[in-house]
């Protein structure tokens, strides 16, 4: 059982992924890592929400460009999903306004650009709530 689903859009977001992963092992909270792409691979993010859905309480959501994959699963679960924006071509920019700008009931919390780590200490403190 996982406390945390860290999800990436893309491989190459990896080394993000390893910030989020570094700090959920020194607290000792469970999690599991996935690359699944909202826009390549919408039906095994379908299949993946649908599994973890009881046991997951924060999703972390890390993509670059358009950033769509934490909206998808914002739109797809009632449980808190924080987006982690990629730096690109555009800084970062474009996956910080696309995460940021969510339609009214698709919530998404985000941290700042390449911040892997402030995703994994709000996933904690969010966890701690529950407690």
Do not use: C
Request: charged share 25%; hydrophobic share 50%; net charge negative.
């Amino acid at each position: 059982m996982s406390e945390v689903a860290v999800i990436l859009g893309s491989e190459s977001d990896m080394p993000i992924a390893e910030r989020v992963v570094n700090v959920l092992e020194r607290e000792g909270v469970s999690y599991e890592l996935k690359v699944i792409s909202a826009h390549r691979q919408p039906e095994e993010l379908d299949r993946y929400l649908r599994e973890k859905s009881e046991e997951v309480s924060v999703f972390i959501a890390i993509a670059g460009l358009s950033a769509a994959l934490p909206g998808v699963i914002a739109s797809k679960t009632d449980k808190v999903v924080i987006g982690v924006p990629v730096s690109g071509k555009l800084m970062g920019l474009d996956a910080l306004l696309s995460m940021v700008q969510m339609p009214a009931g698709v919530p998404v919390a985000v941290v700042g650009i390449d911040n892997g780590e402030n995703a994994a200490l709000l996933a904690l403190r969010i966890l701690n709530v529950k407690k």
